[in-house]
């Protein structure tokens, strides 16, 4: 994986949005879920990957063949933009 800063910090970003699919992230940067949590493991403090872990787990939204609502924007309006987050180790 070579990825920017600037790369790293939006798929962190995606991973908490609660209406971004795995799937959405696969598509724009061409990484599984297994690899989205290796990233997350190693770019996040323990606490706050161990926070997202039970967060990501078992919730619908995550995944496109389980949610029940309509298929929308990968990131949502409202949402802010996350740059140097200080959830990473950075």
């Known amino acids: 994986m070579n990825l920017t800063i600037n790369e790293i910090d939006r798929i962190i970003e995606m991973a908490w949005e609660d209406r971004t699919t795995f799937e959405a ?3 724009q940067f061409k990484l ?8 997350m493991r190693k770019e ?3 606490s706050s990957f161990r926070l997202w872990r ?6 619908k939204t995550k995944h496109e063949k ?3 609502f309509e298929k929308g924007r990968f ?4 949402q802010k933009q ?3 987050n200080n959830i990473s180790k950075r």
């Open 25 to 27: 992230i696969r598509y």
């Open 75 to 78: 990131k949502c309006s409202r």
């Open 82 to 84: 996350i740059t140097h």
């Open 66 to 68: 389980l949610r029940v």
């Open 54 to 59: 039970k967060r990501v787990q078992g919730r």
């Open 44 to 46: 996040m403090k323990p």
């Open 32 to 39: 599984d879920e297994q690899q989205v949590i290796e990233l």
